[in-house]
Every structure is written in C-alpha cells, then in structure tokens.
C-alpha cells in the first residue's frame, strides 16, 4: 500500500514518520513508537509487525487484515483477533495454539473440514461439523456421542468410519440402515457390535456387507420373536 498525502505531509515535521515512509521495517529501530506510527508501518508493510516489539492491537489487527496467518507470531492473540484471522481465512486455526471457542465457530462455519486442525475439539464445535459433513465423523478420535448420532441420523453408513462407536449408536445405525426398530437388550447390543464389525470388514474388502447385514438383523428379528 502506499502512504497518504496525509502522511507525507505530516512527515516533514516528523523524523520517525518519514523514516518509516521510506522503510516501514525501521519501525523496529523506534523506541516505542506511537500507535499510529505502527498503523502505518504495518500498513505499508504487513511483515512490519514482527519488527515491532509490543504491537498495539490497532497494528495487529491491519497486519491480520493483510494476512491472516500472521496470527503465528501474536503473542496469546486476543478472542477478537483469533475470530478475525479464522473470518479472513479458516486454515489460519491451524496457527493458533489454543483458540477460543468462538474462533473455532468461526473457522467450522467457514469450512468444516478444519475439525481437523483443532486439537480435543469441543462437543459443540464437533457437532456443528458433522452436522454439516456426516463423514467428516473420521476425523474425529475420540467423537462424543452426540457428533456420533448427528453423523449417523444423516448417513447411516458412517457407523463404519466412527472408533469405537456407542451402543446407542451402533443400534441407530443398524436400525436406521435396516429400516426397523430393534429391541435393545443386552443380547442384541452385542450382536449389533459383531455385525458392525463384520460389515466393516466386507465393505473393506469390496465385499457385499448390505446382504450379510440384512441376513443378520433377519436373524435378530427372528430371535426377538423366540
């Protein structure tokens, strides 16, 4: 960017204005300098802010404006500078140790698929993901119950990608993708978890797991009637 006619003007009367002018990364050769000798610096130059000592967060925020995954090198970056950099690009979460709850609103809003950045995400923020993509469930380690019932109530055949699932889950899924309501005693939670382990094998080797699955829950029901 370049400087106003304000600037220039003002920078006959300033040293320091007029030194950054002409090289906005001498800012860093300024003690304190004033925030809007920052702005301008910052301004002129985004890279400018790495060279000023304690930024104000006016020059943190025209730095973010300009570049975004300039959040790196923000010391323990307030919430509004978080949310800003994640608004101006959602990939910038990945740069940012522990966001807030907000920010990573933000980011998943933008792009859900980020879920993968964020480190032991939030129920909320897993269920606001999977809402919006069912498969992104796969990229979760350890997802809550409830980002597991979202995946499942909107692609049954999620079930196959989820470590670990719940036995509320697991009988969803099974239910959901055989079309009926299935008693849940203990017996039959059990043999839902082996029939989910079983299909997940066949589908892994290109094998028909829908007619299997159909077999076994016919067997289930048969079972329920006994």
Do not use: W
Not at 71 to 82: A, V
Not at 163 to 183: D, W, Y
């Amino acid at each position: 960017m370049k400087a106003t006619i304000k600037e220039i003007l003002a920078s006959i009367f300033n040293s320091e204005l007029r030194k950054v002018l002409k090289n906005p990364i001498a800012i860093g050769s300024i003690v304190e300098p004033s925030e809007d000798l920052q702005c301008t610096a910052v301004r002129l130059d985004e890279h400018a802010i790495n060279m000023i000592s304690n930024p104000c967060e006016r020059a943190k925020k025209y730095a973010l404006l300009q570049n975004p995954y300039h959040i790196k090198f923000i010391d323990n970056p307030s919430e509004e500078l978080q949310i800003l950099a994640v608004t101006q690009n959602p990939d910038s979460i990945s740069l940012i140790e522990k966001p807030c709850i907000q920010a990573k609103f933000a980011c998943i809003f933008a792009k859900p698929e980020n879920i993968k950045f964020i480190k032991n995400p939030d129920k909320e923020i897993q269920v606001e993901a999977i809402r919006s993509c069912p498969n992104l469930i796969e990229e979760l380690e350890n997802p809550c119950e409830a980002a597991q019932l979202t995946a499942i109530l909107k692609s049954p055949e999620t079930i196959f990608s989820i470590k670990n699932p719940t036995g509320h889950a697991s009988l969803a899924a099974v239910e959901k993708m055989a079309g009926k309501r299935i008693f849940p005693s203990d017996k039959n939670l059990n043999a839902i978890y082996t029939i989910i382990q079983q299909c997940c094998k066949l589908k892994d080797n290109d094998l028909n797991y829908k007619e299997y699955l159909k077999n076994e829950i016919v067997k289930l029901s048969i079972n329920e009637v006994l």
